[in-house]
């Protein structure tokens, strides 16, 4: 029951020599540090990937499945708060990802587009805000006032047609087939308690949320936080043909080929107490989202998969992507808070690209240096 749906089925295990010294270690073997380690052999380094359990079962394999362009923030907020250019330009790019991921992705990824709600007029003021500042900047956006296949009553709608449903456990098990076919060396099962211990020139830190105690002054600025997910059985009838999500992301639902409905959130139900990496589920959390089955589907289906997960929140909802400052030969890729999808496949290959010497605007806006104070 507490296996995430996503990794509930079969997968061969990775054959890959793990012993002696390379180029760079990665700590992670989720959707960044898988991502990071293909990019990083294909530039002609030797790379192995470390992770205390298996493939994909942090937030990768524990996640909503949603694939959605830009930022943890609405548009308009990032415009902001970020200013437009580097706003724009981290649109754009996440949308380039999204083509990029869909192009590895084979059948763990569909192309459907998502719905964002607005539950009341307060949020219908501010999607209507960022559906605006979409439009003026070009970006595809589609306003929905009319939703009749949804109860409980929502008040409006952006349709993103560039957004997808992504199977994620699937996915980063398909990126380290390839990886490994790049003669990436992956170890599994084993926690890092050192950055000293890894017999590596350099080491990327690839942990969103669950990082804890590798570098004191990480533990500051990338914060865990818990979100809770559950999955049906397979309903005969099609209800949502994308992911939709309301109430600012803190509800989320979408369902899957199979009729599946995967519906995770209601953090905000006991925000405190879900600021931990304790990664359990909760009575108050799940009965929330049972709750909400109920209003949505008008009866209660079976569940048959419940789980948690443990993702990474920064001060300013921006990931952490670079070199840590005052720790040579040390890089990070982390912090999506809880958008990191997109965000962690694209971040991922920035940071490979920022290992192998290459320059990338985007690294300013992600610099380290913001939020890590050395220890
Ligand atoms: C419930 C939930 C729902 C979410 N929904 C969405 C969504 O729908 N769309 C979206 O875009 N994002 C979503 N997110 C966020 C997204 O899942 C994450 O941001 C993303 O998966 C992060 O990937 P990652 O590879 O950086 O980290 P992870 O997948 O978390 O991998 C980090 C790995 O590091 C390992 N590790 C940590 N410390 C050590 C150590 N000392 N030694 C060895 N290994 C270590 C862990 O075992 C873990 O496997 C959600 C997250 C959660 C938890």
């Not at 003669?183 to 942990?207: K, M, N, P, W, Y």
């Not at 979100?227 to 600012?248: K, M, N, W």
């Not at 005052?326 to 999808?341: E, F, M, P, V």
């Amino acid at each position: 029951m507490d296996t995430p749906f996503w990794l509930d089925e079969p997968t061969a295990p990775l054959e890959t020599d793990s012993q002696g010294p390379v180029d760079v270690a990665i700590i992670g073997a989720g959707i960044t540090g898988c991502v990071c380690a293909l990019q990083l052999a294909r530039g002609g380094l030797s790379a192995r990937v470390h992770d205390a359990r298996g493939i994909a079962e942090g937030a990768s394999g524990r996640n909503g499945g949603f694939a959605l362009r830009g930022g943890a923030a609405r548009y308009d907020v990032a415009r902001e708060t970020y200013g437009a250019d580097a706003a724009k330009e981290l649109w754009r790019r996440t949308e380039d990802a999204l083509d990029r991921l869909e192009s590895v992705a084979g059948d763990s990824f569909r192309r459907t587009g998502s719905l964002r709600l607005a539950a009341d007029e307060e949020e219908r003021g501010d999607i209507r805000a960022e559906y605006e500042a979409l439009h003026e900047d070009g970006f595809a956006a589609e306003w929905r006032d009319e939703l009749p296949h949804l109860r409980p009553e929502f008040l409006g709608a952006i349709f993103h047609p560039p957004d997808g449903s992504l199977q994620p456990g699937r996915f980063v098990r398909g990126l380290t087939k390839l990886a490994a076919a790049e003669g990436v060396a992956f170890r599994e099962h084993e926690h890092v308690a050192s950055l000293d211990d890894l017999d590596a020139e350099q080491v990327v830190i690839a942990t969103d949320g669950s990082g804890r105690g590798l570098l004191p002054e990480l533990d500051d600025a990338v914060w865990p936080a818990r979100g809770q997910v559950i999955t049906t059985e397979p309903l005969s009838e099609r209800l949502f043909d994308c992911p939709h999500y309301a109430r600012h992301g803190f509800d989320y639902w979408q369902q899957l080929g199979d009729g599946r409905i995967v519906l995770g959130g209601f953090r905000d139900f006991s925000i405190l107490s879900e600021m931990t990496d304790e990664e359990t589920t909760t009575e108050p959390i799940q009965e929330a989202l049972d709750a909400f089955l109920v209003e949505l589907l008008g009866y209660m289906p079976e569940v048959t998969h419940r789980w948690a997960g443990i993702f990474g929140l920064t001060q300013d909802l921006l990931p952490l992507v670079g070199r840590v400052p005052s720790r040579d030969g040390t890089w990070i890729a982390a912090g999506y808070s809880g958008h990191g999808n997109v965000l962690g496949f694209m971040c991922g290959e920035l940071v490979a690209s920022a290992v192998l010497g290459r320059e990338d605007s985007m690294l300013e806006l992600f610099t380290p240096a913001r939020l890590l104070v050395s220890g």
